[in-house]
């Protein structure tokens, strides 16, 4: 059995687009807190649009969906301003890497921490996002996704080693596995030590400007920043004239309304514990920037592969015949891997692998993975010319890697022994 574990938008996003997972866990969700749900933003992107379309789609029901753009701006002390240079942007991002109380959050290696980004504003500096009722998507995949919980009981520990997950009485055996539960929740349910993980939570206030101390806005709506340190929280979002304020770590407020999500940064790359289990979700991530459209993407991959497998063949049927001849089968099988060598030879031109040449080339990764998109589309069309689709490749490649597998375990018993 295939399981997802948590039953919030993440995981029916998931389960939407995988229908042979299960889910188990409580039907919980970002969205069906009001604060929470005013700190979501659905980005105007191809994935959103693309899950607002198949789950209305699916659900047969209109969601009404409108393209909207929000001004993010920072304060530099005097004023709002709308340009964030690299400055105050790193300024950002070091405060929300530290908590009201001055602890700081250190990446154990600095490129992640300098793969952390502000909310995506284009050259305008406004949020594209659409603008979309939550409730009604939540609504849809409930619907949609019913036939798939399996248990909402609460979990109670996973034996990754046996496969298995004890809920309140039940025990579930599991082929694969997709977690959206936090990082160190999951780690402590499955009794993997986890005493490196260095997290700090984030408390999110409705409130008002007034009572923030900050200059009003006439916008109604709006993403603020506060890089400097008078103002204890990071940033503001406005949104129908009420304001939430951002602060890393747990604090006291006075205000009725508050909201702590926890674990929200975590310094440790995010590893799971075995190749079957699969993390899924900006808290199950190690990445704080991980987004909805992400999770989509990650969520439909295996619809996106079946695409790029099919629009390939299509494509490349435009300048090789892929009739069913052994005598032009083989000569496809020829031509591909020599364009395919070709283009190998165009990535190794990116890198300094001549011992002799003392040139020291910068490397582009741009254009390595644009070479390595070139190199991908040529085995493409091996697999077109041979007649393979998606779903044989991954049936061959199980079949392989299995042999791989006893292959060196017995290599490993012969050392051994």
Not at 12 to 39: C, P, V, W
Not at 172 to 192: E, G, W
Not at 340 to 369: A, C, G, R, T, Y
Request: hydrophobic share 35%; charged share 30%; proline share 2%.
């Amino acid at each position: 059995m295939d399981v997802i574990l948590g039953n919030g938008l993440t995981a029916k996003i998931f389960a939407f687009y995988n229908r042979e997972y299960q889910l188990i866990g409580n039907d919980t969700s970002m969205t069906t807190d009001h604060i929470a749900n005013n700190m979501i933003f659905l980005q105007d992107n191809k994935w959103n649009r693309k899950l607002v379309e198949d789950v209305a789609w699916a659900a047969d029901c209109k969601i009404p969906c409108t393209p909207k753009k929000i001004r993010v701006l920072y304060f530099n002390g005097r004023e709002y301003v709308s340009k964030i240079n690299q400055e105050a942007s790193q300024k950002i991002i070091d405060k929300k890497l530290t908590d009201v109380n001055g602890k700081r959050l250190k990446f154990r290696k600095s490129v992640f921490e300098d793969t952390l980004q502000l909310s995506c504003a284009n050259k305008q500096n406004r949020l594209e996002y659409l603008s979309v009722d939550f409730g009604r998507i939540m609504g849809a995949l409930r619907k949609l996704t019913a036939r798939q919980v399996l248990n909402t009981s609460k979990i109670i520990a996973i034996d990754t080693e046996k496969k298995k997950i004890y809920l309140e009485g039940v025990v579930v055996d599991y082929n694969k596995l997709v977690s959206t539960l936090s990082a160190p929740l999951f780690y402590k349910l499955a009794f993997i030590k986890s005493d490196d993980f260095d997290t700090l939570d984030t408390t999110i206030v409705e409130t008002t400007e007034e009572k923030l101390g900050i200059p009003p806005t006439h916008w109604t709506s709006a993403i603020l920043y506060f890089p400097e340190s008078q103002h204890k929280f990071s940033k503001v979002i406005k949104r129908h004239g009420k304001c939430y304020a951002e602060y890393t770590g747990i604090i006291e407020t006075q205000e009725p309304h508050a909201y702590v999500k926890q674990a929200r940064l975590i310094a440790k790359k995010i590893v799971p514990p075995t190749d079957d289990i699969t993390f899924l979700g900006r808290f199950a991530e190690w990445n704080p920037d991980n987004r909805i459209q992400d999770n989509v993407r990650k969520a439909s991959s295996k619809n996106t592969m079946e695409s790029i497998f099919t629009n390939q063949r299509r494509f490349s049927s435009m300048f090789f015949d892929f009739s069913e001849d052994l005598k032009l089968i083989q000569s496809n099988i020829k031509e591909m891997s020599l364009l395919m060598q070709d283009e190998v030879f165009s990535l190794m031109s990116l890198i300094n692998w001549k011992n002799h040449n003392k040139e020291n080339k910068k490397l582009d990764f741009e254009k390595v993975k644009e070479e390595l998109v070139d190199i991908g589309n040529y085995w493409l069309t091996l697999c077109a010319a041979v007649g393979m689709n998606y779903n044989e490749y991954i049936d061959a490649h199980e079949k392989k890697q299995k042999k791989l597998e006893e292959k060196y375990a017995n290599y490993e018993k012969k050392n051994d022994s």
